[in-house]
């Protein structure tokens, strides 16, 4: 699979995919998908697209991970974050029903779900160690939302020596502003934002 290339100048390189990819599945939640709740996203098109992308790792045998967010009594765990953004709290407060996944994605009996506090799935969770224990040396990113959890995912997977691989039609956010941009400015310096065909032929090669 090629990476598009970036036409600003010094903004050009790309991350070759690896040969030992996992998908990682991010909070992809009750939350954000139900209209009772203030973080519901307006559409649920990516969720069709990252089953599919799921779908095609399953196939294949590519790990597949998955993150859900949960909160200890009154969000003693969620520090600056809830009081940022109060809302996580109202949700996510001892886990309930707003953190369950969707059906359309839920995990499998043989995945791991990581449960972390923070936007980035890295950020104190097991997920690098993991990563490395499994030899993985590309994370194929589907989940919510661009500018947030996959953002903030994507640039530590880098951080981390992991190339980020963000799908295009697999990730969501509330406004499709901050999705834009996000995405335009992952592709130019944290990650290679590829479309779900392409991501769907780079799980399904030969290895």
Known sequence: MSPAPDSDDGFGGALLPGARPAVLVIDLMRAYFDPASPLCL????????????????????????????????????????????????????????????????????????????????????????????????????????????????????MQNGFVPLVVREAVADRAAGPHEAS?????AKYAEVVSEAGAVAYLSEER
């Open 183 to 187: 995405l335009s400015d992952l592709q």
């Open 42 to 157: 307006p559409s649920t098109d990516c969720l069709r697209s990252a089953g599919r992308v799921i779908a095609a790792a399953r196939d294949h045998g590519i790990p597949v991970l998955h993150t859900r967010v949960a909160y200890g009594p009154g969000g003693v765990d969620g520090g600056l974050f809830v009081r940022k953004v109060p809302a996580l709290r109202q949700l996510f407060d001892g886990g309930g029903a707003m953190g369950e996944p969707m059906p359309q994605v839920s995990p499998a009996d043989d995945e791991l779900v990581l449960v972390k506090q923070y936007a980035s799935a890295f950020f104190g969770t097991s997920l690098a160690s993991t990563l490395r224990a499994g030899s993985i040396d590309t994370v194929v990113l589907v989940g919510v939302s661009t500018s947030g959890c996959v953002r903030a995912t994507a640039v530590d997977a």
